[in-house]
């Protein structure tokens, strides 16, 4: 009798976990709209380290092109929503995004990641709104001037980045020195720990920007890769989507894009690099008529 | 999968990622590199704590003194810190081509080693000291008065008395180290940690990554224990420590 009822009692208490799991398990599928709208806030992640993407400048300010971008894409989630939601940043790094985004942690990667195909299986992409190569960053007159000469080299790298996967992969003879950071691995190369540090183009100009003597540094090497910078999302969520992807083509149809391009790559801007012929075709293509 | 399922969870658990792909031989070299890693610092740090305990509890004032300052110097610093003193800091007072031997030598390794050892060094002190001093003053009184010198004294009475009732805190220790050991991996060390994460950002696939890396160290620390447990009972010195079990009338 007693035993039939501790039995009974077990069983309730287990079918009363497992139903609220399951309620918690479903309240996780909402999409990242009504989470937005639910909470107030909208959590973007970004680098802090990765000027002119994501960085904290001299007056100790986190701004950047990418979370230039991201305040657009939060000026038309509040207008979808019809309320004020707030902006909130957090620091992501190529090992740490695509964890946070799972998790919930970050609502959109806005940053430095590169849209791959591999990276499409975990995350959607938006449209591509920069694109990139990657290079390799060594002090002036280093006798490296390309991919062709790595072999044997030490080759600093970021931990998840996609330009430590190509040189894993395609060229093993590098000796690549793995770091979990843009930082560290500047520094190692500042210090001649590494022979070269690779990254993406764009970023390697804007370490050299940001170094004490800029004449110091040289950006070497045709792109050995192609990098599309995207901002990354969760999966099957086509609204919120649909509202990054607009945001990018109003602001390129409507040029907002490119006054934000001038303020960061222009030539007084924090890192000049001027867009090529290519690169804007591109950019105006991706706007599909309304 | 049917928990899950049960669940409405929409993870996608994929096992092999651990071990397609030579994702099974990073593991393998992460985890080597963690023990060696692990097996160099823990030598050091015992023959630096063996040496600046037994200082720290020396009759001499200025010998007391220096164990001290050393203790206290290496352990009230962040081992993250140390760390990254040893990779990028220290070396730069090194002349340039002593910095690029280095360089080409593993430096990343060794700078991990040496901070390693220098941290647990200092905490393998306090626990060598503690256990010098729950030994009685007529120890050490009576080995002195059989004519050994004091060095003597310490030889063969005190520290083997002291290194056998150090032997649980020591097992704390040497695991804190091992775990300490993944730390290596902001300054570019390849071990376990570092190989984990790395599997992550190849397959997106977390769970299965940080679990394989959890139960590592788990089953890593454990053999640890046990093997210090073997060493504590095969080394034992019979009614020396009291056991404190049913009372015997």
Known sequence: MVHRRRIRGVVLLWVALGLSVWGVGHAAAETTLEKIGRTGVFTVGTRTGSPPFGFINKQNEWVGFSIDLARLVHANIEKKLGKPIKFELKESKPDTRIPLLSSGAVDLIAGTMTDTRSRRDSVDFSLTFFATGAQFLVKKGSPIRGIKDIAGKRIGAQQGSTNERVLREKHPQAQLVVFPDQPAGFTALAQGKVDAYTNDGIQLAGLQAKAPKPDEWEIVGEFYSYEPYGMAMRKNDSEFRAIVNNTLMEAIEGREYFKLYEKWFGPKGEVPYPMSEIVLAFLLMQVVPK | ?249
């Open chain 2, 1 to 249: 999968m049917i928990p899950v399922l049960f669940l409405g969870l929409s993870y996608d658990f994929r096992w092999s990622v651990l071990w397609t792909d030579g994702h099974g031989g990073w593991i393998l070299e992460g985890v080597l590199t963690t023990l060696k890693l692990s097996a160099l610092g823990w030598v050091i740090a015992c023959l630096l704590g063996i040496v600046f305990g037994a200082m720290r509890t020396a009759p001499v004032r200025i010998i007391r003194w220096a164990g001290a300052a050393y203790v206290e110097f290496f352990r009230n610093v962040p081992l993250l810190v140390w760390l990254f003193f040893w990779y990028f800091g220290a070396p730069q007072i090194l002349p340039q081509s002593a910095q690029e031997w280095f360089n080409r030598h593993g430096a990343e390794f060794w700078s991990a080693v040496l901070g390693l050892s220098v941290y647990h060094g200092a905490r393998m002190a306090e626990v060598i000291r503690a256990g010098i001093q729950s030994i009685p003053r007529t120890q050490f009184e009576a080995a002195v008065s059989t004519g050994l010198s004091v060095v003597e004294a310490y030889r063969y009475v005190i520290l083997p008395i002291a290194l056998r009732l150090i032997i649980p805190p020591a097992t704390n220790e040497s695991l804190n180290l091992l775990k300490n050991s993944s730390l290596a991996l902001t300054i570019g060390v390849a071990e376990l940690t570092f190989m984990t994460r790395q599997i992550e950002t190849y397959t997106a696939k977390a769970f299965e990554a940080f679990t394989a890396g959890t139960l590592i160290y788990l089953i890593l620390c454990l053999g640890i224990a046990a093997v210090m447990g073997q060493v504590e009972r095969s080394f034992q010195i019979p009614g020396l420590i009291a056991r404190v079990g049913r009372a015997e009338h």
